[in-house]
């Protein structure tokens, strides 16, 4: 499976936004589940919200009323709108399919700070 492309990170301050985009290929996209992770430095990659091939939607705890995810058909592209940022939702931010996740990709950089 070829990996996904994550963008959309940077430095951003605390209660601030990022929109990040990961795009996919089409079967994929059409096929799977697509998930968003992130891993923070020394802990491990943890699940953060996944939208179904019939569009049905979850959320972590962590997260949930503070990010919205979405997808594209058009474009292939999963997308995580991040509202009201916290220093502690700082971390590499990945997307993969779910079953039988492909390769993992390089992964977004999100920094949360003043």
């Known amino acids: 499976q070829v990996q996904a492309v994550e963008s959309g990170g940077g430095l951003v301050q605390p209660g601030g936004s990022l929109r990040l985009s990961c795009v996919v290929s089409?079967?994929?996209?059409?096929?799977?589940?697509l998930r968003w992770y992130r891993q923070a430095p020394g802990r491990q990659r943890e699940l953060v919200a996944r939208?179904?091939?019939?569009?049905?939607?979850k959320y972590e705890e962590a997260v949930k009323g503070r990010v919205t995810i979405s997808k594209d058909s058009a474009k292939n592209t999963v997308y995580l709108q991040m509202n009201s940022l916290k220093p502690e939702d700082t971390a590499v931010y990945y997307c993969?399919?779910?079953?039988?996740?492909?390769?993992w990709g390089q992964g977004t950089q999100v920094t949360v700070s003043s």
């Open positions: 939208i179904a091939p019939d569009d049905s939607i």
């Open positions: 089409e079967s994929i996209f059409n096929t799977y589940e």
């Open positions: 993969n399919n779910y079953p039988r996740p492909s390769r």
